[in-house]
């Protein structure tokens, strides 16, 4: 189990801003068939987001990378629409 650390305002909303751009570049991934990309963000989401005290968002992040390697586009877009609601929720 891993231990929480206290993560300063300011990285958290960099942290934030960054997985903007990853929901972007996503969005465009899926439009391409990229699964690999897809797999790649949610592993590297699944392994920070906790960190950063975004337990949910490491939720989604494993579903998108399973999905990905399933290649299940209908619900890899469901999920990009749950990272999407979930990054509007935290402004």
């Known amino acids: 189990m891993s ?7 300011d990285a958290r909303l960099k942290y934030v801003e960054r997985r903007k751009q990853d929901l972007a570049d996503c969005r465009t991934a899926i439009s391409k068939l990229d699964f690999k990309c897809l797999e790649r963000v949610g592993h590297q989401i699944k392994g920070n987001a906790t ?3 975004f337990d949910e968002l490491s939720t989604i992040a494993i579903e998108m990378e ?8 209908e619900k890899l877009k469901t999920t990009l629409k749950k990272f999407e609601t979930y990054l509007a929720r935290l402004k």
């Not at 231990?3 to 305002?9: H, V």
């Not at 399973?66 to 586009?73: F, G």
């Open 3 to 9: 231990e929480k650390i206290d993560i300063p305002l």
């Open 66 to 73: 399973n999905q990905a390697l399933k290649k299940d586009v």
């Open 51 to 53: 960190t950063f005290g």
